[in-house]
């Protein structure tokens, strides 16, 4: 058996895919497969020409459902996911080494730009709370910054030489055991395409009793948002909001969950005011339907978790 696998998840990601399987494969005895959401680009012959095993969707699935599928093609009780636009550097057995304890289900390292700063605010986050997700809607966390929700949210102040407990290492260079993979049903499909499956991973490994850390020996360089940037804005605003409010509804008591609700509400129609002299009467369509569905909301998964 590998002592690990890499999962790589591709979508247009033929400029990112090759430097990428080239900088992994320099980890010994490593089984490198990438599962490709059904790219328009070159993509999937790139990904076999360096020597990738590739599973090919013949319709994007999504992120979640396509990292099941690469944890489900391999056999190594730890799992390295990779964004395609992150290139392994070293440091490997540091994360490994965190695994020694038997309640660590997860483990991310240090991931640094293409100025070679890491990238702090990204790299490692604590769960976000109704408050956290409100404010960030709203845009009061960009706005003020050095907020002390937006601070414990983005880890500001982490530790960057020794190993520190944190709540959601960023999915970009994130290792977790396959064991713990199994016990919480995978990453949840129903985040489609992409945003906040992640973020859900995490907290069901906490709610299950495990913890997840950040290794800064660990280290990974880092583009990012490569495939984000190509997807339309009306997409991109539906699909993030959308995804929010699905954690919201699978995470959060009643009260929280309308907080957030209502301040996704509040942030829509502002948007589409300010959005209206670059995207036009599109954004009112775009946001009409961000409200929509904020009050439609997520019926099924309130009542799965008030079932528990």
Known sequence: MDPISIVIVTYNSAAEIGPCIAAARRIPQADII????????????????????????VSNTGFAAAVNAGVRATSAPLILLLNPDAEYQSGLDHLIHCFDDPLVA????????AD??????????????????????????RLFPGNPVNRRYRCRGLALHHPT??????????????????????????????????VDFCTRLRDGGWRVVFQPLAV??????????????????????????????????????????????AASI????????????????????????????????QRSRLGK
């Open 34 to 57: 990438v599962v490709d959401n059904a790219s328009s680009d070159a993509s999937v012959p790139r990904a076999i020409h360096v020597g990738a095993r590739v599973l090919a969707n």
């Open 106 to 113: 997860g483990a991310g390292g240090l991931m640094t730009g």
């Open 116 to 141: 070679g700063q890491a990238q702090s605010g990204f790299m490692a986050r604590n769960l976000p709370t109704p408050l956290t997700l409100a404010l960030e809607v709203l845009g009061m966390n």
């Open 165 to 198: 407990p944190v709540e959601q290492p960023a999915a970009a260079f994130f290792m977790f055991r396959r064991e713990c993979w199994e016990n919480v049903d995978g990453w949840d499909e129903g985040y489609w395409p992409v945003w906040f499956e992640d």
């Open 220 to 265: 990974a360089k880092h583009a990012g948002g490569h495939s984000i940037h190509s997807l339309p804005f009306q997409l991109r605003e539906q699909y993030w909001y959308g995804s929010l409010l699905r954690y919201a509804a699978r995470h959060y008591p009643a009260a929280g969950y309308w907080g957030v609700r209502l301040a996704v509400v």
């Open 270 to 301: 502002v948007r589409a005011a300010r959005g209206l002299p670059q995207h036009g009467f599109r954004a009112v369509k775009v946001y009409f339907g961000v409200i929509r569905q904020a009050f439609r909301g997520f019926p099924e998964l």
